[in-house]
């Protein structure tokens, strides 16, 4: 811990607001399924596709109903968790440390904002899973009530649930980045995340297995600049490799819920 205050305390005197970096790791403790871990989403698969050859714009192109019915099924296993210590530290944290914050998570369940972290200082790189948003492009819209919140695995849409997910008469698509889809700003804050991860003094990774592209830019980016990242996950992921390899930072091996809220009290001391 004393190292971990050592960088903490630096990293404060820098200007700049610390970073989060969150992966689906913060949210096991709350019931959600990692993706790759045994019970992952994309380790179990369904009786007809792997589910992570759902996960992409040409297979929702091909069967939108199916698609959309995974999905809403993940969404009802996203409304009945609820946000655990970590996601509350960093709820707090943000309340203290205002500009000083900024989170960046790859998860699409929502529990940071249902913690009470803002949408201002929230990007969620791989979107919100409790939104659509049309096929052919625009700003998302919460997916209507109407829809059922306690989806069982496998049921498949009716007709009438798949009227309701249009919007305005245009089909819609699961508000989510799929495989085969590209980062950008507008909808997925591409640019402003590179540029936190250029200007951040501190870098703190939560729960990821860093197997997406823009995780691993911010990760190297932050390095390049010669920042420290505090690491915390049970596993030695890529990001703890950087850290061993640069010597910039420190890997906390530990569960969230044990490290974030202690990480996140010595951050509010000291930023
Ligand atoms: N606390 C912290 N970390 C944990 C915990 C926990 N209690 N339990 C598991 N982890 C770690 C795992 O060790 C692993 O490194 O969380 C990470 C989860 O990795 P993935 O399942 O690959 O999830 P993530 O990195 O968020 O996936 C990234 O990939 O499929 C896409 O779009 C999807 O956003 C997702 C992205």
Redesign the pocket.
């Known amino acids: 811990m004393e190292r971990v205050r050592a960088i903490v305390e630096e990293a404060a005197a820098k200007p700049g607001p610390v970073v989060w970096l969150t992966?689906?790791?913060?949210s096991?403790?709350s019931g959600i399924p990692?993706?790759?871990?045994e019970e992952?989403y994309?380790k179990v698969g369904s009786r007809n596709y792997h589910p992570q050859e759902l996960?992409t714009f040409a297979a929702f192109q091909e069967m939108p109903a199916e698609v959309w019915a995974w999905y809403l099924f993940r969404r009802g296993v996203c409304r009945g968790a609820a946000p655990n210590a970590a996601h509350d530290a960093l709820a707090s944290l943000e309340e203290s440390l205002g500009d000083r914050f900024l989170l960046v998570t790859?998860?699409?369940d929502g529990l940071h904002l249902r913690a009470g972290n803002t949408l201002g200082r929230t990007y969620q790189i791989?979107g919100n899973i409790d939104f659509m948003r049309p096929v052919r492009g625009g700003a998302p819209i919460p997916i209507p009530e109407g829809i059922d919140l306690d989806w069982p695995r496998g049921r498949q849409l009716r007709a009438e649930e798949l009227a309701l997910l249009a919007h305005e008469g245009e089909p819609t698509r699961p508000h989510?980045?799929w495989f085969d889809e590209c980062y950008d700003e507008a909808t997925f804050r591409f640019e402003s995340s590179l540029r936190a991860a250029a200007e951040t003094p501190l870098l703190v990774v939560?729960?990821?297995?860093?197997?997406?592209n823009l995780?691993m830019q911010i990760g190297m980016l932050a390095a390049r600049q010669g920042t420290p990242s505090i690491v915390?996950?049970?596993?030695k992921?890529p990001f703890a490799e950087i850290v061993e390899r640069t010597g910039l930072g420190v890997y906390l091996a530990g569960?969230?819920?044990e490290w974030v809220p202690r990480v996140a009290d010595l951050v509010a001391e000291r930023f």
Request: net charge negative; aromatic share 6%.
């Open positions: 992966g689906a790791g913060i096991a403790e990692t993706f790759r871990g992952g994309w996960a790859q998860n699409v791989h989510v980045l939560v729960g990821t297995a860093g197997a997406t995780p915390i996950d049970p596993e992921n569960t969230a819920g």
